[in-house]
């Protein structure tokens, strides 16, 4: 199966890595007119078109001003170990086993606002661009117009390499959308978390996007390829509920004490 997660705001240029492979990005003269676009905007016109702070503004021009799509490992880093954010703490890359992340390179898919599709081990330079920016380009007027159907078709040649029948879609709502659903030559699976809230469960956000990393952790662990061992996840407490699942939403509940 592949398995489809979102980026991560927060990114992380300093830890030693743990490998030295690595591969590039098969999207990159896509990601280069998008990084063309950006750097003729000013400090100010990035934080106003993200809703950012000026510092985190000003650290961005910075970095589409040197950005260059010429990668190794001194300017670039592998995307698994770049992004830093809650579904890549569920993930924990850095204590995945060399087989486990060759099948993650197989099998895992990052979304990209600027590369559009990364394969775990695609070197990747800093940025901040989210799916969601309304960033006029020549394709239309945001990140959704620009890429278009060239993610799915990506996905697809995934699909296609991996005889794979299923998607297991870990990403946010916003990334998602990305995928043109009704092109994708797969079934598309989307799992849930929720947690015990106030006499019911609810999806809570944070735990909702580290329990994302930690089914993808279990995927590749496990190396599952029938959708119905999913039901076996049980990382953290989650355990699947059969009451709110259907057979694409697959439902995973705990109460926490």
Same mark, same amino acid.
């Given at each position: ?18 490998? %030295? ?12 007119? *998008? +990084? ?18 000026? @510092? #985190?503004?000003? #650290? ?5 001003? =040197?950005? $260059? ?15 830093? &954010?809650?579904?890549?703490? &569920? *993930? ?12 993650? $390179? ?23 661009? =989210? ?28 699909? +296609?390499? $991996? ?9 946010? %709502? ?5 995928? @043109? ?10 799992? =849930? ?16 996007? @580290?329990?994302? &990393? ?7 662990? %496990? ?7 999913? @039901? ?26």
């Amino acid at each position: 199966m592949i398995i489809v997660v979102s980026p991560a705001k927060n990114l992380d240029y300093e830890t030693p890595l743990p490998t %030295n492979k690595y591969s590039q990005p098969e999207l990159l003269e896509e990601s280069k007119i *998008l +990084a063309d676009i950006c750097k003729t905007l000013t400090p100010l016109d990035l934080s106003n078109l993200m809703k950012i702070s000026d @510092k #985190l503004a000003g #650290l961005n021009a910075a970095r589409f001003t =040197e950005w $260059q799509p010429n990668f190794n490992l001194e300017n670039a880093r592998q995307a698994i170990y770049a992004f830093n &954010g809650d579904v890549y703490t &569920g *993930l924990d890359a850095y204590t995945l086993s060399d087989r486990d992340i060759d099948y993650a $390179q197989n099998n895992l898919r990052i979304l990209s606002g600027l590369y559009g599709l990364l394969k775990p081990l695609d070197l990747m330079q800093a940025y901040r661009l =989210e799916m969601g920016t309304k960033l006029e380009n020549p394709r239309g007027k945001n990140l959704y117009d620009f890429w278009g159907d060239i993610i799915t078709q990506e996905l697809n040649k995934s699909i +296609a390499s $991996q005889q794979s029948n299923t998607l297991i879609n870990l990403a946010s %709502n916003e990334y998602f959308k990305s995928v @043109k659903k009704n092109s994708l030559s797969a079934s598309i699976v989307t799992p =849930e978390f929720r947690d015990w809230k106030n006499g019911q469960f609810k999806m809570i956000s944070f735990f909702a996007k @580290k329990a994302r &990393g930690l089914m993808a952790r279990f995927i590749i662990q %496990n190396k599952i390829s029938n959708v119905a061992d999913l @039901k076996l996840f049980d990382a953290e407490g989650y355990t699947f509920n059969p009451a709110l699942s259907t057979a694409d939403k697959p439902v995973f509940t705990r109460k926490l004490d």
